[in-house]
């Protein structure tokens, strides 16, 4: 029969309950005991949740402590040494000591967390896998076969998920001081997805699902042999496989694909609608195709009717064999969309969240079986009406933005001055010492902050009132950098609920959730804007707040804003125009926000764009396309103001040497960048590259709770000398601050100060 199933469902809860038990447990305020208990209560709601939907097939092994492929190093034993514990068995706090740097009981508490990047183009993070030439597999976690008896246990049919060999190692770095081909690694790693799925066999289990996202990629011939000489391997372990792959189009790897000796092969309709039919011509006569047609990385409702005309030409061809489902997993999406009453009803109409997305994979087979069915004529007439909806209304598109657009001119897109000559006006009117420290923007957001602003919200504070509360706060973040003794400051961000959801709440064009939460990473949940229409900036959105916190010091105090790419990939976007075109109305609003900044007498302007290279496309071939616009969005956003206005950015998690021309083109003043977690790696982009412009490297982690000696962060910035001129070099933290405390805050940052002061005694001596 047709299959609906799942490939993954959001493990964080409607109210972000794992997200609270983690920090408690983290605290000290929750015991392992209570923290499991949590997790057996939310995979349970989510199992019913996907059941009560129609979901035939519901997915285990989608909930992860922190995060899945982390799960999976601790389930296949690759645990750096730093972090073995002593007993051998790892446990809870061996896997947030990975993450984390720190836990309660291991490891001493101070050993630096793994590496944490994007995983493909999403804005969710993983910890990469560290390997090592001697490094040996073996089954040391447990989570997975409890997860399966317990789904088993309340009556659901279940379908495993585990990351595939291929794709697991792909994630991986080596470490240690033997170069080698981690693709070597495979013979040793297959063995134990032997022995994996002859546990899940033994436990009852039919299906797994086997997740190998990298043949969407442009793969080297040696993986791709090794695909073929792995999974004929495998083929003998017990169990039916399903390969799912997603976040784009298999292309020269549809054939390799669908040849593989599996069971089934999901492919990702959503984001390469292309492959279909033409996979159907592919694909062995004995081999199930789940097709992913439902959006799960984006909120818009599916078009039952168009869907289902393409499902009905596979159920043609593939009777039985076919399986429905959303595009990829559904840890993209928010939960239920249920909860949001306060949205009007035809928005809320046009949207569809993890919950209602099964729905729409439900009714989609049904319609196939019993295309009669009430049910199903009473969802594809409401489809039918919201698209109609949509593409009638008038809240949309926007005369006055889209003539904006048309009167762009290219020099719109330029600096008046080259960099060579606008740097040496900069630092004559700045006047800052070699190595100035700086923070990327935020500082923590106490409970205090979030407490008045949620008074404020809820008509319990007036505005007066709020606006004291945060130019307190303002005052307290200005004091504290004048006492530490850094060079250039920043006003905390205290007014902010998010940098993309603060600047989106004053667009218009933009539409809120109260409880569309999505996890980042670990306890780290977003809960990104939607843009359904044309989009502008009504009126100042940080001047008051920057030129305040600028009266209360004498220092040089940096404008702090959301680059309009950053905006766009870290909100759920509109399909029915490009991302080019919502990028280029998105730097107009920022465009005007820098001019007015400068206006206001503020020197720095800070436009983060965090994002910008997750934006970039899978295959290499569609880079080029992606690169012109982002570049020019970040251009026409930072190019209205004068040669003495120094503009910087910010990139977190990049790795830039396939990329660094285009990051040079943006032509930004001083760029700031992730380094720490990979110990200076990122640089190597700069050591082939003469980079132009000032540089930033962050010297610590500001995503673990460990704070670095002065001596570490000196070595950091020693390895950033040796490829980038002293001269150009500033001194920060990786990321900004506000998800951090203020103890270890300060204790970092002071620190950072001092290593930054080494380093301009060894200048001042050097030049002596």
């Known amino acids: 029969m047709v299959v609906a199933h799942s490939l993954g469902f959001p493990r964080i809860g409607k109210d972000r309950e794992l997200k609270k038990a983690l920090e408690s447990y983290w605290k000290g305020e929750l015991d392992e005991a209570g923290l499991q208990a949590v997790g057996r209560e939310l995979r349970a709601a989510h199992w019913q949740l996907q059941a009560e939907a129609g979901l035939d097939l519901l997915p285990v092994g989608d909930f992860a402590w922190y995060d899945g492929v982390l799960a999976h190093s601790l389930m296949f034993g690759v645990i750096p040494e730093r972090f073995r514990p002593a007993s051998g068995k790892p446990g809870l706090d061996t896997l947030f000591a990975m993450a984390r ?410 539409a809120f959730t109260r409880f569309g939460w999505v996890q980042s990473y670990g306890s780290r949940c977003v809960k990104p804007a939607i843009i359904y229409g044309d989009l502008s900036r009504p009126a100042p959105m940080t001047v008051d707040w920057i030129r305040y916190a600028q009266q209360q010091t004498s220092k040089v105090m940096k404008g702090m804003l959301t680059g309009p790419v950053t905006m766009l990939m870290w909100s759920f976007p509109r399909e029915d125009v490009s991302r080019e075109v919502q990028a280029r109305q998105l730097a107009l609003a920022i465009r005007d926000e820098v001019c007015d900044l400068e206006a206001a007498g503020i020197r720095i302007v800070q436009i983060d764009e965090a994002a910008f290279r997750e934006g970039l496309p899978l295959r290499r071939a569609q880079w080029q396309g992606y690169l012109d616009w982002a570049v020019n969005a970040f251009r026409l956003c930072s190019s209205g103001v004068g040669d003495r206005t120094q503009i910087h950015t910010h990139m977190c998690y990049s790795e830039f040497n396939d990329v660094i021309e285009s990051i040079a083109a943006m032509d930004a003043d001083v760029i700031t960048i992730e380094t720490s977690r990979s110990q200076m790696e990122l640089l190597e982009a700069f050591r082939a590259f003469d980079y132009p412009n000032d540089i930033g490297p962050g010297v610590y982690d500001i995503h673990s709770p460990r704070v670095p000696d002065v001596g570490e962060m000196v070595a950091l910035l020693e390895k950033a000398a040796e490829r980038i001129p002293a001269e150009r070099l500033w001194v920060n933290p990786d990321c900004g601050l506000k998800t951090r405390g203020w103890p270890e805050t300060e204790a970092a940052l002071v620190n950072m100060v001092a290593a930054a002061r080494q380093l301009r005694g060894r200048l001042a001596g050097a030049a002596a």
């Open 101 to 510: 740097g720190v836990s309660k009981s291991c490891c001493g508490g101070g050993a630096q967390a793994q590496e944490m990047t994007k995983w493909f183009d999403t804005n969710y993070h993983y910890l990469v896998p560290e390997f090592t030439a001697e490094q040996q597999f073996e089954l040391s976690w447990e989570q997975l076969f409890e997860e399966v008896d317990e789904a088993l246990a309340l009556g659901h049919r279940v379908k495993p998920v585990v990351i595939g060999p291929l794709t697991y190692l792909w994630l991986g770095k080596v470490r240690g001081g033997e170069a080698f081909d981690r693709l070597e690694l495979l013979e040793r790693l297959l063995p134990l997805y032997g022995q994996l799925f002859e546990r899940l066999a033994g436990q009852g289990v039919e299906w797994v699902q086997i997740d190998e996202p990298i043949l969407a990629l442009d793969l080297p011939q040696a993986w791709k042999n090794a695909f073929e000489r792995g999974y004929n391997l495998l083929q003998r372990a017990p169990l039916k496989k399903l390969v799912a792959t997603y976040f784009g189009g298999l292309e020269d790897n549809l054939g390799l694909a669908a040849g593989l000796p599996v069971d089934g092969l999901h492919i990702d309709l959503v984001r390469a609608p292309e492959q279909f039919p033409l996979i159907l011509d592919w694909l062995p006569a004995y081999k199930v195709l789940s097709l992913g047609v439902v959006n799960g990385r984006n909120v818009w409702a599916c078009d039952l009717e168009r869907t289902l005309a393409l499902l009905r030409e596979a159920h043609a061809r593939l009777g039985e064999r076919l399986w429905v489902a959303p595009s990829c997993s559904l840890l993209h999406s928010p939960v239920d969309l249920a909860r949001e009453q306060h949205l009007d009803e035809e928005l809320r109409s046009w949207l569809a969240f993890a919950v209602q997305k099964c729905e729409e994979v439900a009714v989609l087979k049904q319609a196939l079986l019993q295309p009669d069915a009430a049910v199903v004529q009473a969802a594809l007439d409401r489809s039918r009406r919201v698209q109609a909806s949509r593409a009638a209304s008038s809240r949309i598109h926007r005369p006055d933005v889209q003539a904006r657009l048309q009167a762009i001119q290219p020099s719109d897109y330029r600096r008046a001055s080259a960099f060579a000559s606008r740097i040496e006006q900069q630092r004559e009117q700045l006047k800052l010492p070699p190595f100035p420290t700086t923070t990327i923007g935020s500082f923590p957001q106490t409970a205090a902050i979030r407490l008045a602003r949620q008074a404020y919200r809820q008509g319990k504070l007036s505005a007066g009132d709020y606006t004291e509360a945060m130019q307190t706060e303002i005052r307290h973040a200005v004091s504290i950098q004048e006492q530490l003794g850094l060079d250039v400051l920043v006003h905390g961000e205290a007014e902010r609920n998010d940098m993309v959801e603060y600047f989106a709440e004053q667009l218009e064009g933009y």
